[in-house]
């Protein structure tokens, strides 16, 4: 059974950095591509960041590029969204999702909140 289980979030002020992290069990992790969306109240679900099986590619969202960070640990099942410099408009629940045919698998999400 495929499990995705994100965690990191939390309150960080303007400027602040948080390190979210999402562990896979349930497949084989190493040859997926997985991204990170978030999703900000009333608004639909972004893609944020996505990385290529193997780690070597990576693309982002235009709103967090020089900012945010995606890697993977294949070892440990585990990808990472490192975020810097982080805004209020950052602020939404983070989400790590693979796609495996014929459906998309979804973490529970973890919550951002950037504020003062």
């Known amino acids: 059974q495929v499990q995705l289980v994100e965690s990191g979030g939390g309150l960080v002020q303007p400027g602040g950095s948080l390190r979210l992290s999402c562990a896979a069990s349930g497949l084989r992790f190493s040859q997926y591509e997985f991204s990170w969306y978030r999703q900000a109240p009333g608004k639909e679900r972004e893609l944020v960041a996505r990385i290529s099986s193997a780690g070597g590619s990576t693309n982002y969202a235009d709103s967090v590029k020089g900012r945010f960070a995606i890697s993977r640990d294949n070892a440990k099942n585990t990808v990472y969204l490192q975020m810097n410099s982080l805004k209020p408009e950052d602020t939404a629940v983070y989400y790590c999702?693979?796609?495996?045919?014929?459906?998309?698998?979804w973490g529970q999400g973890t919550q951002v909140t950037v504020s003062s």
């Open positions: 999702s693979y796609y495996q045919p014929p459906r998309d698998y």
